[in-house]
Protein backbone atom coordinates (compact mmCIF):
# COMPACT_ATOMS: atom_id res chain seq x y z
CA UNK A 1 0.00 0.00 0.00
CA UNK A 2 1.08 3.51 -1.20
CA UNK A 3 -0.30 6.64 0.35
CA UNK A 4 0.14 9.88 -1.98
CA UNK A 5 -0.08 13.53 -1.15
CA UNK A 6 0.18 16.34 -3.49
CA UNK A 7 1.31 19.69 -2.65
CA UNK A 8 2.25 22.88 -5.04
CA UNK A 9 -0.98 23.86 -7.07
CA UNK A 10 -2.23 27.37 -7.69
CA UNK A 11 -2.69 29.98 -10.35
CA UNK A 12 0.53 31.19 -12.81
CA UNK A 13 0.87 33.11 -15.62
CA UNK A 14 1.47 31.65 -19.20
CA UNK A 15 5.13 31.26 -19.57
CA UNK A 16 5.75 31.09 -16.01
CA UNK A 17 7.03 27.87 -13.39
CA UNK A 18 5.37 25.81 -11.15
CA UNK A 19 7.00 23.09 -8.60
CA UNK A 20 4.53 20.30 -7.40
CA UNK A 21 5.52 17.64 -4.69
CA UNK A 22 4.41 14.26 -4.03
CA UNK A 23 5.29 13.06 -0.82
CA UNK A 24 4.87 9.00 -0.72
CA UNK A 25 4.08 6.92 2.82
CA UNK A 26 4.44 3.18 3.19
CA UNK A 27 6.32 0.30 2.62
CA UNK A 28 9.29 -0.70 0.55
CA UNK A 29 8.84 2.30 -2.03
CA UNK A 30 11.46 1.72 -4.35
CA UNK A 31 8.67 -1.76 -5.43
CA UNK A 32 7.04 1.27 -7.05
CA UNK A 33 7.11 3.18 -10.62
CA UNK A 34 5.80 6.87 -9.69
CA UNK A 35 3.93 9.10 -11.96
CA UNK A 36 2.27 12.84 -12.36
CA UNK A 37 -0.91 12.61 -14.72
CA UNK A 38 -3.16 15.78 -15.45
CA UNK A 39 -6.95 15.73 -16.13
CA UNK A 40 -8.44 18.92 -17.45
CA UNK A 41 -11.75 19.73 -17.59
CA UNK A 42 -14.50 17.77 -19.90
CA UNK A 43 -10.83 15.41 -20.89
CA UNK A 44 -9.93 12.15 -20.52
CA UNK A 45 -6.54 12.16 -17.86
CA UNK A 46 -3.62 11.94 -19.08
CA UNK A 47 0.00 10.77 -18.48
CA UNK A 48 2.30 13.64 -18.40
CA UNK A 49 5.73 12.36 -16.34
CA UNK A 50 7.11 9.15 -14.67
CA UNK A 51 10.07 7.91 -12.82
CA UNK A 52 11.93 5.68 -11.04
CA UNK A 53 13.09 6.12 -7.62
CA UNK A 54 16.75 5.17 -8.56
CA UNK A 55 16.14 7.67 -11.58
CA UNK A 56 15.38 7.17 -15.49
CA UNK A 57 12.57 9.00 -16.79
CA UNK A 58 9.90 9.37 -19.09
CA UNK A 59 8.04 12.65 -20.52
CA UNK A 60 4.64 12.63 -22.87
CA UNK A 61 5.05 14.77 -25.85
CA UNK A 62 3.32 17.50 -25.12
CA UNK A 63 5.44 18.12 -21.78
CA UNK A 64 9.06 17.19 -23.42
CA UNK A 65 11.77 19.94 -22.73
CA UNK A 66 9.50 22.29 -20.42
CA UNK A 67 8.49 20.15 -17.48
CA UNK A 68 11.30 17.84 -15.24
CA UNK A 69 10.50 14.63 -13.15
CA UNK A 70 12.55 14.03 -10.30
CA UNK A 71 12.83 11.92 -7.15
CA UNK A 72 14.38 12.49 -3.88
CA UNK A 73 14.27 9.19 -1.77
CA UNK A 74 15.60 10.23 1.37
CA UNK A 75 12.55 12.84 1.37
CA UNK A 76 10.42 10.02 -0.23
CA UNK A 77 9.22 13.21 -2.44
CA UNK A 78 8.40 12.87 -6.45
CA UNK A 79 8.88 16.54 -7.62
CA UNK A 80 7.63 17.72 -11.10
CA UNK A 81 9.15 21.14 -11.98
CA UNK A 82 6.73 22.86 -14.70
CA UNK A 83 8.63 26.03 -16.79
CA UNK A 84 6.68 27.60 -19.82
CA UNK A 85 3.73 26.79 -18.50
CA UNK A 86 1.03 27.15 -21.41
CA UNK A 87 -2.91 27.96 -20.56
CA UNK A 88 -3.79 24.53 -22.04
CA UNK A 89 -1.27 22.76 -19.51
CA UNK A 90 -4.64 23.97 -16.83
CA UNK A 91 -5.77 20.61 -15.16
CA UNK A 92 -5.85 18.64 -12.15
CA UNK A 93 -2.47 17.14 -11.68
CA UNK A 94 -2.34 13.78 -9.78
CA UNK A 95 0.12 12.23 -7.98
CA UNK A 96 0.34 7.83 -8.98
CA UNK A 97 2.01 4.55 -8.81
CA UNK A 98 1.96 1.48 -9.64
CA UNK A 99 3.87 -1.88 -8.50
CA UNK A 100 7.16 -1.08 -10.38
CA UNK A 101 7.13 -4.70 -12.47
CA UNK A 102 3.45 -3.84 -14.09
CA UNK A 103 4.79 -2.88 -17.82
CA UNK A 104 4.55 0.23 -19.27
CA UNK A 105 4.84 4.10 -18.55
CA UNK A 106 1.56 5.41 -19.27
CA UNK A 107 -1.03 3.01 -17.74
CA UNK A 108 -1.24 0.43 -14.79
CA UNK A 109 -1.42 2.85 -11.95
CA UNK A 110 -3.59 1.92 -8.85
CA UNK A 111 -2.68 4.21 -6.15
CA UNK A 112 -3.60 8.12 -6.59
CA UNK A 113 -3.49 11.15 -4.91
CA UNK A 114 -6.15 13.89 -4.61
CA UNK A 115 -4.62 15.66 -7.16
CA UNK A 116 -3.90 19.66 -7.05
CA UNK A 117 -5.40 22.20 -9.62
CA UNK A 118 -2.85 24.58 -11.35
CA UNK A 119 -4.53 26.96 -13.67
CA UNK A 120 -2.13 28.72 -16.26
CA UNK A 121 -4.04 32.22 -17.27
CA UNK A 122 -2.99 34.07 -20.47
Known amino acids: QVQLVESGGGLVQAGGSRRLSCVASGRDLSNYYMAWFRQAPGKEREHVASIFWSGGSHYSDSVKGRFTISSDVAQRTIVLQMNSLKPEDTAVYYC????????????????WGQGTQVTVSS
Open 96 to 111: AAKNIRTPGATSGYNY
